[in-house]
């Protein structure tokens, strides 16, 4: 099954059940959220989420990019990317959790054709602030699905403040033979699909209070879906990864893990810099400019002479196109090389003030701090350039 059949299946699927399809936003959330990047798709409607009246009515699909970087350091094993497509739907205060789980039982089984023998769900198991998700677990054991309890991994905040609920994530079982154990104890369950029932505010102090309607918010990782649905060990192997699996190994011979990395930070490198973003000191420029340097200290590590200008032409195009941005691949291609040269700059500098006698020896705060305020060279890329000698 194809991601883009992935897609139509499921969207269709929901607008059959009274859902709206929503036009996805960019990976730049309103302005004063609380992240730099869209990281899910209810970021754009957390006003809707708190009891707005949402244009298209109480049930809503879509699909929506999105960025994270808390899985930065997990990005080259076989689930996490740091820019992914999330498919999601919502109910503003309409169907509650158990019709949602139940709707999405029948997506995996029936639309999707998976082995309901596969499936193993989590549900909240209560704490000292609300009792346990008992109607996400009568549901699963209707379906005959085993559902593990837990706690901190099956409450969903949206952040230090605002909404947030219990949720019950289903997982797909990709070890050989019959599945054993439970998502929590063994790592070949796979999350596939994660239900919030959204049903409180957290405030500044902790505590929590109702929101004015009961929702439910659930997130699908697109190509972790269809990379299991197509057979493959890792979502690099999916289709959307094709022409990267194809083009870059023949370019720059690198191990997998090396691989991976590349491929998924320039192809993010790419979606970011699509949706308006250029390189800077801080905030998403920052996150760009690291992305970008990762890259270049991969393929720098066994070949200085390796550079941006060589990527294949095909490749940002198609990631544009993916993703459904207008951005010129060329503005795109001169971004990527400017931040090239200057961090080619950069580490000649850095190696020349590095060789000074002051730091010969282990550096401390205020060394960190000389070298960041006056000579531009962050913590991380002093401690790269040691590393390497």
């Not at 299946?9 to 607008?15: G, Q, R």
């Not at 999350?191 to 919030?196: G, K, L, T």
């Not at 029932?197 to 309607?213: I, W």
């Amino acid at each position: 099954m194809s991601t883009e059949r992935v897609v139509r299946t499921f969207v269709e699927y929901y607008e059959d059940r009274g859902h709206r399809r929503i036009t996805g936003s960019t990976l730049l959330p309103p302005s004063g959220g609380p992240v730099l990047f869209t990281t899910s798709g209810m970021h754009p409607l957390i006003p809707y989420l708190a009891g707005r009246p949402h244009p298209l009515g109480r049930r809503l699909v879509n699909v929506q990019r999105c960025l994270r970087t808390t899985d930065l350091e997990e990005v080259g094993d076989p689930t996490h990317l740091t820019v992914f497509e999330m498919l999601g739907t919502w109910s503003l205060g309409d169907y509650e959790g158990p019709r949602s789980l139940d709707w999405g039982y029948w997506l995996l089984t029936e639309g999707f054709g998976v082995d309901p023998g596969l499936l193993h769900a989590t549900a909240f198991g209560g704490d000292e602030r609300t009792g346990p998700d008992t109607a996400s677990v009568e549901l699963w054991q209707e379906r005959g699905v085993p559902v593990e309890l837990t706690v901190e991994d099956n409450w969903w905040p949206s952040g230090p403040t605002g909404p947030c609920g219990p949720d019950s994530e289903i997982f797909l079982w990709t070890g050989e033979g019959p599945p054993e154990s439970t998502p929590t104890r063994d790592d070949r369950w796979v999350e596939v699909w994660n239900h919030v029932m959204m049903r409180h505010r957290r405030l500044a102090d902790g505590s929590l209070v109702p929101l004015a309607q009961r929702n439910v918010d659930t997130g699908l990782g697109l190509e972790r879906l269809a990379s299991l649905l197509q057979g493959r060990t890792s979502v690099f192997e999916c289709d959307v990864f094709e022409p990267w699996r194809r083009l870059v190994p023949g370019l720059w011979p690198l191990d997998e893990p090396s691989l991976r990395l590349v491929c998924d930070h320039l192809r993010s490198a790419v979606v970011v810099i699509g949706d308006g973003v250029r390189p800077a000191a801080g905030g998403r420029g920052y996150v760009l400019r690291r992305l970008v340097r990762r890259v270049l200290t991969v393929l720098w590590r066994d070949d200085p002479s390796r550079g941006l200008g060589d990527l294949p032409d095909e490749l940002v195009p198609h990631t544009l196109d993916r993703f459904r941005q207008d951005t010129d691949p060329g503005e795109v291609r001169r971004v990527l090389l400017d931040e090239e040269r200057r961090f080619r700059r950069l580490l000649e500098r850095g190696r020349q003030v590095l060789a000074r006698p002051r730091f010969h020896g282990s550096l401390d705060e205020e060394d960190f701090r000389y070298l960041h305020d006056t000579h531009g060279l962050p913590r991380d890329l002093v401690l790269s350039l040691r590393s390497t000698g």
